[in-house]
């Protein structure tokens, strides 16, 4: 049992993608009924998993493709986490995006270049060394760009032009440093506390040099400025890309990696030790106060959501780089939080450009009136982002901030204040204008949306205030993370 | 009959028998390809359960005699052969019939098995006449002016090629006294010998397309069919490429200024191809640029393998052969394929609206995949293995212009991938799928048996480090 | 052995004017011609190297006539297709 | 003699010289011909009348024949004048090779590691010719192989179909002289066969003789062997590789060893390989020269 569970959660969407590639777009039923199939068969799979991870089972698959070269998929605490945001977020995502691309053309390729979007996600999370991680990662990339140039308007080309240089050189920068890991160190294993031994000591230049390439590798998806300008040209792609893979997957996959990188390669010790923490806290500090400044300034709703993904994905990797035990909860938690929040601001967007035609902010007037459960998930989601207790957002800041004391960088505590008066600065106006202005004249009354479209916001909605209301039960994003924090700080 | 005779004669049997009944040529041609699959694996599997399989022809000694040798670098080159022509036969014997392939590639399959398994200079001589033959036999036969242009220079060239072989062989004779593999030792012992060696290796250059003597070669594989470009491309030129890798791994520590010369040009051959390869407005022109830069990333990987008995970095540049091979033939059946349905093969064109991408186009992306070497296809394990042993070595330079090969190879193929993701509001709404062919099957298994490569790449290299005999 | 010597310098000096004549002439039958004596500049000097005391090895003496054939073939498929590279291009 | 040999040598140089710069292309491929006479003179003196018998039938015969056939079809290039550069970097290039090759050659290297071996083996060999036991005995993969070259080339001119030679009819005075060649050539390709056992010649030899004479023939427009028998040719051409093949895997079968004819039987197994491949040879060498095959 132990190596089968993760081999069937990669197969329920890596085995299912070249199957939805095959069909014929026409064969619409097949394929969304097969594609929900595979996508609730891995929420249930995941479920099963975590069960089991939490009383302490253990799950491995390995198969050497070389000597010295070994994928190996398991399943820790951290994996779990992961693995159950995108299970859950994909299945929502998926009924979406059917009712979404209703009519439209190429279905059978965007479905199944989602599944191998997935497929690489989970392949990330239950990577068990870094050579695995390596090879999702890439993956990640092939199977995203189809789904950014999927209009196939030269500006969306364009888009999927500069989004492959920039993961593509990523990629470089990263198989670089994980070679030069490897000649030096073996194979490098994911294990807590990291995996380093007397190399730190003996090459320290060569693994600084190796800890700035891995970190720009998968700094490149996690959007650090100034990294991140892809991001918010990829928004060309339809809404439900938009919202799994450039919400979720795509930089999650970075942030995650940073994660490994930092907790189960180095080590939060060697990390501090060799003088990479503060930096890399420096970096993530400029991306959160550069990626609000500039949502500020955007009118395009989707352009502004994806400037606030650069700066709120950074919360993790500040939470990770803070060497604190709390900051690392606050982080680790907000890997889900911002998540499920800002799918709902996507899925929500998504919802008023199909059913009302509005893509600028400019244009939300009347909102509330037009499209009330829409613009009440939006609000959730917003109001989470700025950090309104009893709202996800809130926790995570809380332990970012009460972290930034503990580690002594008081500092963090004025960003934080910073970064939320500029989050409440973008989102403030948007559900002004939405719940307190007219509705323009000669608006016309837009279409009406089938349940796909409706369902999914509302329930990541609620999941946003769940995760903040039942912050403290075990199985919250928050009670998962202090399990993996006592692992990784002991 | 041992399995090195039949792999050898079988071939040039089927040649026979091709070229005397025309109407049953696919047939006779499609088996002799699927038997001689068959020997390939089962002498794989001898070599991995007893080592190295040698025989000395009608039992004399060499010097004077010559003997076949199959270890493991021959038998991955053999099953690359193998794998390849079991493709390109499929797709040749469903698609139209052209009378004159099927001897043509039987004396290439011929020719490709004896030099592999061959221990004999002059031998290997003759069997690259024979391939040098056949594969211009395969340019002229698209029967276009530009080909028999190109198969004219290409014919040339290749003799050229052969000829500085031949004088290297000779001044060899001079120097050491004999011709097998066991003079190359010896030649490198002396001034004379690297005299003869540098010959030698200079011929094969020519041969193997290696920049800056791959002038004749973006025209002959550009201009021939699309089958007969994909055994150009993925085989003839690794013919040359395999005599180099062994006569390094043959001469030891002593072919180190060869080496050093070999890298230098698979460096420019690297740039200089892709640089091509960006420009080029025709996708078959691209292709064939992007196997100059291809070969000039074996050609480097060969050239910085060090001394070959204390490195494994010559295991790589056989990696990166085999994984090109799979790769390339796929791309240039996809290609053909392409070029087939739409009527032209002009990138610009390649959006255009009466048709959807079909199977080619995903062929085509999936070999692109491979070629760059991104994971987890064989061409990526390669890499990994040719950075980290240039890591071990200090090998900086050379790393970094791998990557910036590599970032230009991904430049040049997304041109054309980008172009095959088309839809949206450069596709007609009535726009249809192209149907199925067997064309698309063979380029389709190809391609994906080069991304599966990876996953399977200790094959191989358990095979690559099977002691020399 | 200084008949030898005088065949050998005879050999070079096949190989070289070859050579010089392979990368001057644009010519398709001055290549064909340029090939010939190249591969006979070779013979010559294999043979030159095959004299020993006890006559002349036989083994370099089979490699040549096997090249003289090899030569042959060659040279008839090269002057094929010359025929008609000039031929399309009249067309 | 050492004077001959050096004026000899001189003389083939010059030849070459006048082949590769001549003006005038009759003139060039005369010149080549009188340049592969003078080799095969020279490779006599060398002690290697095998050879010079196969330069003198192929090297300078067939070949000048075939340059003949296509001397006016293949027009001369326009002469661009070429950068001084280029005349400069090919006299490097053929200076520097010509003297490596000189001075690799005359510095002492090993001893051939052959002859002992070939005068032990030459008795279990079947024949008495040393170059014909290394040919069809020692390295018969070798000759198989050229064998195969020789199909390659057939195949290759197959693929492209090049114009039939014209045949000019040369009027009653030859007639007679062809009624006496036929019969000529096969006696002298017959014995050159079997010759080849013991004393110079050889299957090449006579496939060449004869092939000599059927183009002869064939050009005197005394006999028209491709109205007659292209299709036998055909046949005959690809019969060679076959019978060679298959008696490679039938040794095979019986010894064991690929190619290693049994004990006692090698001269007989020689001389029924050797009597297939003449043939074949010829047949090939004709239809290279002629054109396998009619244009459409």
């Known amino acids: ?490 | ?469 | 052995m200084i008949s030898d010597f005088a065949f050998l310098l005879s050999g070079a000096g096949l190989i070289g004017l070859a050579l010089f004549r392979l990368a001057t002439s644009a010519d398709l039958l001055m290549r064909v011609l340029g090939l010939n004596v190249l591969a006979i500049g070779i013979a010559m000097v294999l043979l030159v190297a095959a004299r020993g005391a006890a006559g002349t090895d036989a083994v370099p003496q089979a490699f040549i006539l096997t090249g003289i054939v090899v030569l042959v073939g060659v040279t008839a498929a090269l002057l094929a297709l010359a025929e008609r590279v000039a031929e399309a291009r009249d067309e | 003699m050492m004077v001959f040999d050096a004026v000899l040598a001189a003389a083939c140089l010059v030849a070459a010289a006048m082949a590769l710069f001549a003006r005038d292309r009759i003139a060039a491929v005369a010149a080549f011909l009188v340049m592969g006479l003078l080799i095969a003179l020279a490779w006599l003196r060398l002690g290697a009348p095998d050879v010079a018998l196969a330069e003198a039938a192929i090297g300078a015969g067939l070949t000048g024949a075939l340059l003949l056939r296509s001397a006016h079809r293949i027009p001369a290039a326009p002469t661009k004048p070429l950068p001084s550069a280029q005349w400069l970097g090919a006299g490097v290039l053929s200076v520097a090779v010509g003297g490596a090759i000189v001075w690799t050659s005359m510095s002492i290297g090993a001893a051939p590691a052959y002859p002992p071996l070939v005068a032990v083996a030459v008795p279990e060999s079947g024949v008495e010719n040393p170059v014909t036991a290394v040919l069809l005995n020692f390295r018969a993969w070798d000759t198989l192989l050229e064998i195969a070259v020789l199909f390659a080339a057939l195949a290759v001119v197959a693929v492209v179909k090049p114009v039939r030679p014209r045949i000019a009819p040369l009027g009653p005075l030859m007639l007679p002289f062809a009624r006496v060649v036929l019969p000529l050539t096969i006696l002298l390709a017959g014995h050159l066969l079997w010759q080849g056992g013991h004393a110079p010649g050889g299957a090449f030899q006579a496939g060449a003789v004869l092939a000599g004479g059927a183009i002869a023939l064939g050009l005197s427009g005394a006999v028209r062997p491709i109205r007659w028998g292209r299709a036998g040719l055909a046949w005959l051409s690809i019969l060679g590789l076959a019978a060679f093949a298959v008696a490679a895997l039938a040794a095979e079968l019986l010894t064991g060893a690929l190619l290693g004819y049994p004990a006692g039987a090698a001269k007989a197994w020689i001389i029924a390989i050797e009597s297939a491949l003449t043939l074949s040879i010829a047949a090939t060498l004709l239809l290279l020269f002629f054109g396998p095959a009619e244009r459409h």
Not at chain 1, 74 to 85: I, K, N, P, T, Y
Not at chain 2, 128 to 142: P, R, S
Not at chain 2, 256 to 275: D, I, K, P, S, Y
């Open chain 2, 1 to 469: 009959m041992s399995d090195i005779s039949l792999i050898v004669l079988l071939p040039l049997l089927a040649a026979v028998l091709t070229a005397a009944l025309p109407p049953q040529a696919a047939a006779v041609g499609a088996l002799a390809t699927a038997l001689n699959a068959l020997l390939a694996a089962n002498l794989g599997r001898q070599i991995l359960q007893g080592g190295p399989v040698t025989e000395a022809i009608g039992d004399w000694a060499a010097p004077l005699g010559i003997a076949f040798v199959a270890d493991g670098l021959a038998g991955v080159m053999l099953a690359m052969t193998a794998i390849v022509g079991l493709a390109v036969s499929l797709q040749a014997a469903a698609g139209p019939a052209r009378a004159g392939f099927w001897p043509l590639w039987m004396a290439t399959l011929g020719a490709l098995n004896g030099l592999f398994l061959s221990s004999d200079l002059f031998n290997i001589y003759v069997a690259f006449e024979i391939l040098g033959l056949a594969a211009v036999g395969l340019t002229a036969l698209a029967g276009t002016r530009a080909a028999l242009r190109a198969a004219f220079d290409y014919l040339t060239a290749g003799l050229v090629g052969s000829l500085l072989v031949l004088l290297g062989i000779a001044l060899s004779y001079s120097v050491t006294g004999r011709v097998d593999m066991e003079a190359v030792v010896l030649l490198t012992q002396s001034d004379t010998g690297r005299i003869a060696l540098a010959l030698i290796a200079a011929g094969l250059v020519v041969k193997a397309a290696l920049f800056p003597l791959h002038f004749w070669m973006p025209a002959a594989h550009s201009s021939a069919a699309p089958a007969a470009s994909a055994l150009l491309s993925a085989l003839v030129v690794k013919g040359a490429l395999y005599l180099v890798l062994r006569l390094s791994l043959e001469g030891g520590a002593g072919t180190e200024f060869l080496r050093n010369t070999l890298a230098v040009l698979g460096a420019g051959g690297m740039l200089w191809g892709a640089w091509n390869a960006l420009r080029a407005e025709r996708l078959k022109l691209l292709v064939a640029h992007s196997t100059v830069a291809q070969i000039g990333l074996i050609a480097l990987a060969i050239g910085v393998a060090g001394n070959p008995f204390e490195t494994g970095l010559w295991q790589a540049a056989a990696l990166l052969m085999l994984s090109h091979a799979l790769a390339k033939a796929a791309m240039f059946l996809a290609v053909g394929r392409i070029a087939e349905a739409l009527g032209h093969d002009r990138i610009s064109g390649l959006n255009r609206e009466e048709l959807r991408p079909g199977p080619a186009e995903f062929a085509f992306a999936i070999a692109a995949i491979s070629l760059v070497g991104l994971p987890p296809t064989a061409g990526f394990i390669g890499k990994w293995f040719l950075i980290e042993g240039l890591i071990d070595e200090g090998g900086i330079h050379w790393i970094a212009l791998i990557l910036l090969g590599t970032a230009l190879s991904a430049a040049y193929l997304s041109r054309v991938v980008s172009r095959c993701l088309r839809g949206g509001p450069h596709v007609a709404a009535t726009a249809q799928r192209p149907p199925w062919r067997t064309g698309d099957v063979a380029a389709l298994g190809l391609a994906t048996g080069a991304l599966l490569l990876g996953l399977a790449a200790a094959l191989p290299i358990t095979l690559l480090e099977t002691p020399f005999a």
């Open chain 1, 1 to 490: 049992m132990s190596s089968v569970l993760p081999l069937a959660i990669l197969m329920t969407s890596l085995g299912v993608a070249p199957v939805i590639l095959m069909m014929p777009d026409s064969a619409r039923r097949l394929r969304t009924g097969f594609n929900l199939a595979a996508a609730s068969l891995k929420v249930a799979l995941v479920a099963w998993l975590s069960y089991e991870v939490a009383h302490g089972a253990s799950f491995d698959l390995r198969h050497s493709i070389a000597p010295g070269l070994e994928l190996h998929l398991q399943a820790d605490a951290l994996s779990v986490l992961f693995l159950a945001l995108s299970s859950i977020l994909w299945l929502l995502t998926t009924i979406y995006a059917v009712g979404y691309l209703e009519g439209g053309t190429d279905r059978s390729r965007f479905f199944g270049f989602f599944s191998l979007c997935v497929a690489s996600t989970v392949g990330i999370a239950m990577a068990g060394n870094l050579f695995t991680f390596l090879v999702f990662f890439e993956l990640l990339t092939l199977a995203t760009w189809p789904l950014v140039v999927h209009r196939g308007t030269s500006e969306a080309h364009r888009a999927g032009r500069i989004y492959l240089a920039y993961t593509l050189g990523g990629g470089l920068a990263l198989t670089l440093g994980t070679i030069w890991l490897y000649a030096l160190a073996g194979e490098v294993a994911f294990e807590p506390r990291g995996v380093l031994g007397e190399l730190p000591q003996t090459a320290p230049l060569a693994l600084t040099a190796i800890f700035v390439l891995l970190i720009a590798g998968v700094g490149v998806k996690a959007a650090l400025v100034p990294l991140h300008g892809w991001l918010p040209l990829s928004m060309v792609a339809p809404a439900p890309v938009s919202a799994l893979l450039h919400a979720v997957a795509v930089v999650k996959a970075g942030a995650f990696g940073i994660m490994r990188i930092v907790y189960d390669v180095y080590g939060v010790e060697t990390v501090q030790a060799m003088g990479l923490a503060a930096p890399l806290a420096g970096l993530a500090a400029l991306t959160i106060l550069w990626g609000s400044f500039r949502a500020l300034t955007q009118d395009d709703l989707k352009k502004r959501l994806a400037y606030s993904t650069v700066s709120q994905v950074s919360y993790i990797t500040l939470g990770v780089a803070l060497i604190s035990p709390v900051a690392a909860i606050g982080g680790l938690a907000h890997l889900v939080h911002q998540g499920i929040m800002k799918i709902t601001l996507f899925l929500a967007a998504g919802n008023f450009a199909e059913g009302e035609g509005v893509k600028t902010v400019r244009a939300m007037d009347g909102m509330g009136q037009r499209m009330p459960g829409a613009m009440l998930a939006f609000t959730v989601g917003a109001l989470g982002m700025i950090g309104i207790p009893p709202l996800a957002g809130f926790v995570s800041k809380w332990y970012l901030g009460a972290g930034g004391l503990d580690a002594g960088q008081p500092m963090v505590i004025a960003l934080l204040a910073g970064s939320s008066l500029l989050n409440a600065a973008y989102f403030l106006p948007i559900l002004y204008r939405g719940w307190f202005c007219p509705v323009p004249e000669g608006a016309t009354p837009g279409r009406r949306l089938g349940w796909m479209l409706a369902i999914p916001p509302a329930t990541t909605a609620t999941l946003v205030l769940a995760a903040g209301l039942l912050a403290s039960a075990p199985f919250s994003p928050l009670g998962w993370t202090r399990f993996i924090v006592s692992l990784e700080y002991l």
